[in-house]
């Protein structure tokens, strides 16, 4: 029961009533009712205290969640109330004695500046909700937007590759990280995405149990979110072709560690064939290269007798960092201890 009261009280405050309503004048009367018990315990205790006190609170919360009329009607009831409970048996002899002239004239300001007060409040949320509504409604458009011309693009890529189906399937799966990606993107108003998120959506494919995260999580930023896909997307394709993951024994560890506004991460298969360099520069590794320079990335690429071992680290966009943190970032421990081998640019995908 109390929880459902508690409910319903956080729906109210947040969501508030229609003005000019009936349910938010009784919410008003229902807020004076509360003041006056309220005055009443307090005059047991101390039956000087001020006349008035109590119904300031009761005018603001109506005011809040009614309207301006409702917290203007709850300020009248008020004062009725107060009046008839609570004043002195003698006050019509006194009734314009300085002291009660000045608590009718702070009664009447006060309410007035907490009723203008929570009626700003309320006209500044409502247009912030507003606000919101319309950007998510332009989110969604936006998506739908995006599926169809990613649905397009693929259309087209199908149509002009009818006879390479291994180099459709490839752009296919990238089409479709890509989509995740922005998925992601979307359901956050493309502030960004959580990287665990994004391994989650790139390893869906496999069984997680191959799979070793070692890392704090953070959020990746819009512009490298999707860097960050298509660059875990290649490398985890190249595993399942040629590397650790196109066999039952193979497995991938992979951590990371961030340090002030630079991320080092550590990508180590093991398990699979032996890795064979390739003197072709293919995709994946353009992509690492490349697409990672705009974050002033590194890339360490190594062919080990248990699988390739790929280093890469970068600055999180907008992010500074000095000496000391980028040599410490270089410095960061490896997933496994690893022998130095030649070091080579990988043809991933």
Same mark, same amino acid.
């Given at each position: 029961?109390?929880?459902?009261?508690?409910?319903?009280?956080?729906?109210?405050?947040?969501?508030?009533? +229609? *003005?000019?309503?009936?349910?938010?004048?009784?919410?008003?009367?229902?807020?004076?009712?509360?003041?006056?018990?309220?005055?009443?315990?307090?005059?047991?205790?101390?039956?000087?205290?001020?006349?008035?006190? *109590?119904?300031?609170?009761?005018?603001?919360?109506?005011?809040?969640?009614?309207?301006?009329?409702?917290?203007?009607?709850?300020?009248?009831?008020?004062?009725?109330?107060?009046?008839?409970?609570?004043?002195?048996?003698?006050?019509?002899?006194?009734?314009?004695?300085?002291?009660?002239?000045?608590?009718?004239?702070?009664?009447?300001?006060?309410?007035?500046?907490?009723?203008?007060?929570?009626?700003?409040?309320?006209?500044?949320?409502?247009?912030?909700?507003?606000?919101?509504?319309?950007?998510?409604?332009?989110?969604? =458009?936006?998506?739908?937007?995006?599926?169809?011309?990613?649905?397009?693009?693929?259309?087209?890529?199908? $149509?002009?590759?009818?006879?390479? *189906?291994?180099?459709?399937?490839?752009?296919?799966?990238?089409?479709?990280?890509?989509?995740?990606?922005?998925?992601?993107?979307?359901?956050?108003?493309?502030?960004?995405?959580?990287?665990?998120?994004?391994?989650?959506? =790139?390893?869906? +494919?496999?069984?997680?149990?191959?799979?070793?995260?070692?890392?704090?999580?953070?959020?990746?930023?819009?512009?490298?979110?999707?860097?960050?896909?298509?660059?875990?997307?290649?490398?985890?394709?190249?595993?399942?072709?040629?590397?650790?993951?196109?066999?039952?024994?193979?497995?991938?560890?992979?951590?990371?560690?961030?340090?002030? =506004?630079?991320?080092?991460?550590?990508?180590?298969?093991?398990?699979?064939?032996?890795?064979?360099?390739?003197?072709?520069?293919?995709?994946?590794?353009?992509?690492?290269?490349?697409?990672?320079?705009?974050?002033?990335?590194?890339?360490?690429? $190594?062919?080990? +007798?248990?699988?390739?071992?790929?280093?890469?680290?970068?600055?999180?966009?907008?992010?500074?960092?000095?000496?000391?943190?980028?040599?410490?970032?270089?410095?960061? *421990?490896?997933?496994?201890?690893? +022998?130095?081998?030649?070091?080579?640019?990988?043809?991933?995908?």
């Amino acid at each position: 029961m109390m929880q459902r009261v508690l409910a319903r009280w956080r729906e109210l405050w947040h969501g508030g009533l +229609p *003005p000019r309503s009936l349910a938010a004048f009784v919410f008003a009367l229902v807020c004076v009712a509360i003041a006056t018990i309220v005055r009443m315990a307090i005059g047991e205790i101390s039956p000087a205290s001020a006349v008035f006190a *109590p119904y300031y609170s009761a005018t603001l919360v109506a005011a809040l969640v009614g309207g301006w009329r409702a917290g203007s009607f709850a300020a009248a009831a008020g004062a009725v109330a107060a009046f008839w409970f609570f004043v002195p048996p003698d006050w019509t002899s006194h009734a314009f004695d300085r002291e009660w002239i000045v608590s009718y004239f702070l009664f009447a300001v006060s309410s007035l500046v907490i009723v203008w007060a929570a009626k700003s409040y309320r006209d500044l949320l409502w247009r912030l909700r507003d606000e919101q509504e319309r950007r998510q409604l332009l989110n969604r =458009e936006l998506a739908h937007r995006i599926r169809n011309t990613l649905a397009i693009v693929e259309s087209v890529i199908s $149509r002009t590759l009818r006879g390479q *189906p291994e180099l459709r399937t490839k752009l296919h799966d990238r089409i479709a990280a890509l989509a995740v990606t922005n998925d992601l993107l979307i359901k956050t108003g493309w502030r960004g995405a959580a990287l665990r998120a994004i391994l989650a959506g =790139e390893f869906a +494919p496999y069984d997680d149990s191959r799979f070793k995260l070692d890392g704090d999580d953070f959020e990746c930023p819009s512009e490298l979110a999707t860097v960050l896909a298509l660059v875990f997307h290649e490398l985890t394709t190249n595993a399942a072709k040629y590397g650790a993951l196109s066999t039952s024994q193979g497995r991938v560890a992979l951590s990371w560690i961030k340090h002030n =506004e630079r991320v080092a991460f550590d990508w180590l298969e093991s398990g699979g064939p032996p890795p064979a360099a390739s003197r072709r520069e293919g995709f994946g590794t353009t992509l690492l290269h490349k697409g990672l320079c705009q974050f002033g990335g590194m890339v360490e690429m $190594r062919f080990l +007798p248990s699988g390739l071992n790929c280093r890469f680290s970068l600055d999180l966009p907008h992010g500074q960092r000095d000496a000391a943190a980028a040599a410490a970032i270089e410095e960061a *421990p490896r997933s496994a201890t690893v +022998p130095p081998a030649r070091i080579n640019k990988a043809a991933v995908g």
